[in-house]
């Protein structure tokens, strides 16, 4: 008999990616990369999760070639020669241990501190100016700087192929640029990248279809989004799954292979009157296979990681094999379990869960 802890770690073939299993270590920034270079120590780090049976790892956010892509030095480039070469020795890595690695894309926005490293000369870029507090602090960005970010990040996703990468996922969520777009209070443009919910999707989907003339028809490309953003719990891009799915649809168009939708419980219904997640009615909505990711395996959801540096104790999965039992989502993301426990992947597999390991604030400190 099949049980549904055989089918989350069953192989599967989605969206142009061959997994070992249903198993993907979430993306999280974690500020090792001195110079915006990874070294051999973020190589190994993330060596160590495919060895012990993670499917699919997405890398922290790296960034794209733009100087106010990020506010921290430590954050990895996608761009320069050091820091490819770099990323060229984590796929290596990751590939000599039998596992499969994408890396996260990112530009922080309006959501980077003025004047801080590595470009303190630079100056922020958003749609409108306005922070997600919705203040104005910079000019709206321009077209040319539009065209400029769609060009880096088609740049970056070229890279990730040339590299050797498994594909790539785009960083539409939390808040940061792309999300600011998509987002009604940080996006306030009357040209034609703002507007109604469609109009200001125009940004992410020039994107993914840049991304997708730069890597071709066969290079999978993962898109993250989220309702939420950082200290704005409560938003929502889309408050009814008819607006989510007019949302959904020119990604869908411009060439998005899989929807990574980001919760911070993967248990929580998106909406009213039914127990579809975030993810279920993503993958409900546009056929697509989805991740669905938030407090696998921990009982504390992750943002009061940052609120009040609080840990989490180790939770069963039970709930988790449900939903995926019942198809809701095809691929599991964990982020702090895996953070702090290379082996957690393999630990569950093996029903080693006595010897799961709570998540702590110090596991932030080092690349274990
Ligand atoms: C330390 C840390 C850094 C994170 N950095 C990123 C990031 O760079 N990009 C991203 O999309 N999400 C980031 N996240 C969110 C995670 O990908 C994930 O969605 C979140 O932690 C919820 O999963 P969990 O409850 O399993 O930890 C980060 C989370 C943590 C804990």
Known sequence: ???????????????????????????????FSPNGVPGENVAAYYRRRAENGVGLIVTEGTLINHPAATDNPNVPNFHGEAALQGWAKVVEEVHAAGGKIIPQIWHVGMTRKPNSLPHPEAHSIGPSGLTLEGKKVEEPMTEEEITQVIAAFAQAAADAKKLGFDGVELHGAHGYLIDQFLWERTNQRT????????????????????????????FPIVLRLSQWKSAQY???????????????????????????????RFWEPEFEGSDLNFAGWTKKLTGKPVITVGSVGLNEEFMQLFREGKGADVADIDGLLERLERGEFDL??????????????????DNRLDELIPFQAEALKTLV
């Open 332 to 349: 599991v993301a964990v982020g702090r379990a895996l953070l702090a426990d290379p082996a957690w992947a393999a630990k569950i597999r």
């Open 234 to 264: 409560d938003a929502k891009l889309a408050k009814t799954p008819e607006e989510l799915e007019q949302l959904l649809k020119p990604l869908v168009e411009a060439g998005v292979d899989i929807f990574h939708c980001s919760t911070r």
């Open 1 to 31: 008999m099949t049980t549904a802890l055989d089918i989350l770690f069953q192989p599967i073939e989605l969206g142009g990616l061959k997994l070992a299993n249903r198993i993907v270590m979430a993306p999280m920034t974690r500020a």
């Open 191 to 218: 040209d034609r990248y703002g507007g109604d919910l469609v109009e200001r999707t125009r940004f992410a989907a020039e994107i993914v279809a840049a991304c997708r003339a730069a890597v071709g028809p066969d």
